[in-house]
Nanobody, 125 residues
Framework: QVQLLESGGGLVQAGGSLKLSCAAS????????MGWFRQAPGKDREFVAG????????IDADSVKGRFHISKDNAKNMLYLQMNSLNAEDTAVYYC??????????????????WGQGTRVTVSP
């Protein structure tokens, strides 16, 4: 099994940037499709971005397209989410997720079978 631990969340003003990190342990993430999800208060957990096993292919939710960038460093066993031009609607707990059963990218929450504990991002107006 792979264990995931997010970091990098915090309070930021609207228009600012944050970079989230997800440290994986137990297995090499080169065998995992990975993604970022987020859950705002009172809302369902939603897909943010996904990345292929090799890191060569990515997908983004429309709400973050052009502002967020997902990347992974298989050698360091790390996943990242660079978030720019943040706004209040980005306030949420952000979760790192991984799946080793299938090779294709997916925005479907149920596809991912490993999850971190989350890191909170708060964007002030």
């Amino acid at each position: 099994q792979v264990q995931l631990l997010e970091s990098g969340g915090g309070l930021v003003q609207a228009g600012g940037s944050l970079k989230l990190s997800c440290a994986a342990s137990g297995r090499t993430i080169s065998n995992y499709v990975m993604g970022w999800f987020r859950q705002a208060p009172g809302k369902d957990r939603e897909f943010v971005a996904g990345i292929s096993r090799s890191g060569s292919s990515t997908i983004d939710a429309d709400s973050v397209k052009g502002r967020f960038h997902i990347s992974k460093d298989n050698a360091k066993n790390m996943l990242y989410l660079q978030m720019n031009s943040l706004n209040a609607e980005d306030t949420a707990v952000y979760y790192c997720a991984a799946d080793h059963r299938f090779s294709g990218l997916s925005a479907v929450r149920e596809r991912y079978n490993y999850w971190g504990q989350g890191t909170r991002v708060t964007v002030s107006p």
